[in-house]
């Protein structure tokens, strides 16, 4: 199984409202990151984890909450957001976070903040 | 700063024909390059990794490293109209003992039959 899963595959949210996004994998990878899409651009890096522990944070605003409960999944808390945080998000794995590991991309879920 | 470098495009080419694209990047103690298909609305797809100066082919894809001139590019031979899509390149940058995946701004490929 080389599928990276997330969920919802679409959402709509207003400013005050408080959801999550979801990543799993099978992979046995150790590594997953968040990356955030906007149209004609290419992925941000907001996240990574290794072995479950947060290892970088590219200065992404607090209304943006990682967690890595176990090693296949990966969450996004999101609360209080902003219209320009309306994008493409995407979780990716890797086996580890060392450099050669080539990393495998979900299909995102289209953020809509209202 | 540490960049990764593409020409936007787009790039046309007719079907049949090799279509060649280029990154270039920043940082030169990178060991790791990737290029990623993405299509329109979806997400992206690893076509190729390298990670030695050289040529390293799978298919019709044909993946060049010279870090040197810390140069990376990719050739599609005998391009067809399901390969017109973004094509971005990636390199995993060092930053204090972790590794920074960069993705370029990526090359839009037209092939028209």
């Known amino acids: 199984d080389t599928e990276v899963t997330q969920t919802p595959k679409h959402l709509v949210m207003g400013m005050t409202n408080k959801k999550s996004l979801k990543c799993e994998q099978h992979?046995?990878?150790?590594?997953m990151y968040w990356y955030k899409q906007k149209a004609k651009k290419p992925p941000e890096l907001m996240f990574v984890?290794?072995?479950?522990?947060?290892?970088i944070n590219e200065s992404v605003p607090s209304r943006f909450s990682p967690e890595c409960p176990n090693s296949s999944l990966l969450n996004l808390h999101l609360h209080a957001l902003q219209p320009e945080d309306s994008a493409l998000y995407l979780c990716?794995?890797?086996?580890?976070?060392?450099?050669?590991?080539?990393?495998?991309f979900g299909p995102g879920t289209r953020l809509t903040v209202l | 700063q540490k960049e990764v470098e593409q020409n936007s495009g787009p790039l046309s080419v007719p079907e049949g024909a090799i279509a060649s694209l280029n990154c270039t990047y920043s940082?030169?103690?990178?060991?790791?390059f990737f290029w990623y298909r993405q299509y329109s609305g979806k997400s992206p797809e690893l076509i190729m990794s390298?990670?030695?100066?050289g040529d390293k082919e799978d298919g019709r894809f044909t993946a060049q490293l010279n870090k040197a001139s810390q140069y990376v590019s990719l050739l599609i031979r005998d391009s067809q109209p399901s390969d017109s899509a973004t094509y971005l390149c990636?390199?995993?940058?060092?930053?204090?003992?972790?590794?920074?995946?960069?993705f370029g701004r990526g090359t839009s490929l037209i092939v028209h039959p």
């Open positions: 984890y290794s072995y479950e522990k947060l290892s």
């Open positions: 940082d030169r103690g990178s060991q790791s």
């Open positions: 992979m046995g990878h150790r590594a």
């Open positions: 990716a794995s890797s086996q580890t976070s060392s450099g050669y590991n080539e990393q495998f």
């Open positions: 990636a390199v995993n940058m060092g930053a204090g003992g972790s590794y920074i995946p960069t």
């Open positions: 390298i990670y030695s100066n």
